[in-house]
T-cell receptor, first 118, second 111 residues
Framework: GAVVSQHPSWVICKSGTSVKIECRSL??????MFWYRQFPKQSLMLMAT?????????EQGVEKDKFLINHASLTLSTLTVTSAHPEDSSFYIC??????????????FGPGTRLTVL | QKEVEQNSGPLSVPEGAIASLNCTYS??????FFWYRQYSGKSPELIMF????GDKEDGRFTAQLNKASQYVSLLIRDSQPSDSATYLC???????????FGAGTRLFVKA
C-alpha cells in the first residue's frame, strides 16, 4: 500500500504555544488529505478535509482559526494547532487519498502524532 | 441513525476460531467499503476494500458485501492473538468524495 508519513510522532508543548504537524505522501500524489483527532478509547473524529491548492473544509464544531491547515503540494499537508491548551492534547492522524486509476478512494493513514499540552 | 454502525464489542473469540465483524450503513448510494485495523496507540491500517456484492478473500480475511441489505462484514479465519485490535468499517458515500468511519469493534483473540 501507499506510504504516508507524519512528523513529529510526538510532541510536548506548553500551553499557549503553537505546534505544526506535517503529513507527507511518500510514493503517490495525494489530491486529498484528511486530518483526524482521536481521544483515548474513542473513535476517529474527522476534523477537516483539504485539497491541494484550495482551502480546507472543516467539520462542524472544529475551529478553523485554531486548527490551521495548509495543503501546499500534492505530497504535503500541515496542521498547525495555534495557542494550544491542555484540552487539545490528543492523537492527531492524517490520511491521504490519491486519484489514480484503480483507486477506490481508499485512504492511507500516517502513523499519527501524539500531542501533549502542559 | 448513524451513517455507519458497528457493534462496539468487545468481541472475544478463542485462538483458531472465526471472528465475524459486522457493519451497516445508511446511504444506499454508497460505493466503496473498507475495513481498517487499529492497534491500541497506533493509526489505522487498511486491510481490505470491497465494492461489488459478494465475497472478497485475501488470506485469512474475507469481506462480504450485501448492498440490498446495506451490510458489510469482515471474517477473520484462524484468528490469532495478534489480530486483537479495533476494526473500523468505512464507507464511501455516493459521489465518492466523503468517507464515513464507524466507531469500530474491539476484537480480543484469546490464546
Amino acid at each position: 500500500g501507499a506510504v504516508v508519513s507524519q512528523h513529529p510522532s510526538w510532541v510536548i508543548c506548553k500551553s499557549g504555544t503553537s505546534v505544526k504537524i506535517e503529513c507527507r505522501s511518500l510514493d503517490f500524489q495525494a489530491t486529498t488529505m484528511f486530518w483526524y483527532r482521536q481521544f483515548p478509547k474513542q473513535s476517529l473524529m474527522l476534523m477537516a478535509t483539504s485539497n491541494e491548492g484550495s482551502k480546507a473544509t472543516y467539520e462542524q464544531g472544529v475551529e478553523k482559526d485554531k486548527f490551521l491547515i495548509n495543503h501546499a503540494s500534492l505530497t504535503l499537508s500541515t496542521l498547525t494547532v495555534t495557542s494550544a491548551h491542555p484540552e487539545d492534547s490528543s492523537f492527531y492522524i492524517c490520511s491521504a487519498r490519491g486519484s489514480g486509476s484503480g483507486s477506490y478512494n481508499e485512504q492511507f493513514f500516517g502513523p499519527g502524532t501524539r500531542l501533549t499540552v502542559l | 441513525q448513524k451513517e455507519v454502525e458497528q457493534n462496539s464489542g468487545p468481541l472475544s473469540v478463542p485462538e483458531g476460531a472465526i471472528a465475524s465483524l459486522n457493519c451497516t450503513y445508511s446511504d444506499r448510494g454508497s460505493q466503496s467499503f473498507f475495513w481498517y485495523r487499529q492497534y491500541s496507540g497506533k493509526s489505522p491500517e487498511l486491510i481490505m476494500f470491497i465494492y461489488s456484492n459478494g465475497d472478497k478473500e485475501d488470506g485469512r480475511f474475507t469481506a462480504q458485501l450485501n448492498k440490498a441489505s446495506q451490510y458489510v462484514s469482515l471474517l477473520i479465519r484462524d484468528s490469532q492473538p495478534s489480530d486483537s485490535a479495533t476494526y473500523l468499517c468505512a464507507v464511501n458515500k455516493a459521489g465518492g468524495f466523503k468517507t464515513i468511519f464507524g466507531a469500530g469493534t474491539r476484537l480480543f483473540v484469546k490464546a
